[in-house]
């Protein structure tokens, strides 16, 4: 098992341009999450899907969107990047069967660079 | 909402000397507490974490948390750290059906 998979792991943009983050999870998992890391901040909480078919709002939402595609697949859109937004992110799951057991499984990252 | 708070940003240890990194998290009630380790170029993983019972909770690595609700913490201890312990360490408190982490304390050994 992958676990949780997150590509691409770098990626550099110009300011305005826009990309997607794609994760995917194998471990049949109820909830998906994106968080963005920046030295001294820890870790903040941009978007999550507590199931398949709902998407919430985290800490830091302004700029990004996200699709649960399905059970699998939750994806982070940025529209109009902005230097603000070089970071590295972080997806992560949890929650099989429907019971919420507190523990994260995390991708790798993805480290973004905006110009 | 629920939120967290570390008050060591930095920590710098030689090996075998104690370790206690702080945690506070901000109101009462039932709350679910982790530690989270990173390790360099690595991603997040559990240390230990606190749902209820025992307050001192045992976790990876000689690593353990002790729950006082009085004070509102689950500081995060070691009695002899190692050089592998060097690492990003975070806090987290569970908010209805998310996890939030507090701003992390890099901890670093020196052999």
């Known amino acids: 098992n992958a676990g949780v998979t997150q590509t691409p792991k770098f990626q550099v943009l110009k300011t305005g341009q826009s990309m997607t983050l794609q994760c995917a999870q194998d471990?049949?998992?109820?909830?998906m999450y994106w968080y963005r890391q920046d030295p001294g901040m820890g870790l903040r909480l941009i978007y999550y899907?507590?199931?398949?078919?709902?998407?919430d709002k985290g800490e830091v939402p302004n700029g990004y969107n996200v699709s649960r595609l399905n059970k699998r697949e939750f994806s982070l859109r940025l529209e109009s990047a902005a230097p603000s937004q070089t970071s590295v992110y972080f997806c992560?799951?949890?929650?099989?069967?429907?019971?919420?057991?507190?523990?994260?499984?995390f991708g790798e990252g993805s480290r973004l660079t905006v110009l | 909402a629920q939120s967290v708070s570390q008050h060591n940003h930095h920590v710098i240890l030689s090996e075998a000397a104690s370790l206690e990194l702080g945690c506070n998290y901000s109101y009462g009630g039932t709350v679910n507490l982790f530690w989270y380790v990173q390790y360099p170029g690595q991603h997040l993983q559990l240390l230990l974490k606190y749902f209820s019972g025992d307050p001192l909770v045992k976790g990876i690595k000689g690593f353990e948390a002790e729950f006082i609700k009085s004070k509102f913490s689950f500081n995060l201890r070691k009695p002899s750290v190692q050089w592998s312990d060097t690492a990003e360490y975070f806090c987290a408190v569970k908010d209805t059906d998310k996890l939030i982490f507090g701003t992390g304390t890099r901890l670093q050994v020196f052999p």
């Open positions: 992560a799951s949890s929650g099989r069967g429907g019971v919420w057991a507190g523990e994260l499984f």
């Open positions: 899907s507590a199931s398949e078919g709902t998407t």
């Open positions: 471990m049949n998992h109820n909830s």
